[in-house]
């Protein structure tokens, strides 16, 4: 279920960055001999690098907040089956503040996954900031 909530998402961002390349690097390859295999490879994976950084960053922040899926699995409770085999951190933060009222404990939480993505945002940053070329 969560594959196929992101698997549009995703491919309206990949559609987006493919259409920011621009046709006359194809032309200019095609023209020099390079096979549709290696326009691939030298052309649109190079052109398309930030885009996916972007799009596992954004991947990765919706599966740590990940919440509604795994409680319509288990009927509501956030416990995430019988041993917490599915329990996201999102689901965790919510079972101590809501249930157990352990507000401190969660809040501590709350802020480890806020970190996790701030973390995760910075790396990326990096990663962009590499692959175009500015320091």
Do not use: C, H
């Amino acid at each position: 279920m969560v594959d196929w909530r992101w698997t549009g998402y995703n491919a309206i961002i990949f559609l987006a960055g493919m259409q920011t390349i621009p046709r006359d690097l194809y032309e200019a390859a095609s023209i020099d001999g390079a096979s549709r295999r290696r326009q691939f490879w030298q052309i649109t994976l190079p052109m398309l690098r930030p885009t996916m950084i972007f799009v596992v960053l954004n991947s990765t922040i919706g599966g740590l907040t990940l919440f509604s899926e795994p409680m319509t699995f288990y009927n509501g409770n956030p416990d995430g089956g019988s041993q917490g085999q599915f329990q996201t951190v999102a689901m965790f933060v919510y079972k101590e503040a809501f249930r157990e009222f352990d507000y401190g404990y969660a809040s501590a939480a709350a802020w480890l996954l806020f970190l996790l993505i701030l973390i995760g945002a910075a790396i990326n940053f990096l990663f962009v900031r590499r692959i175009g070329g500015t320091r």
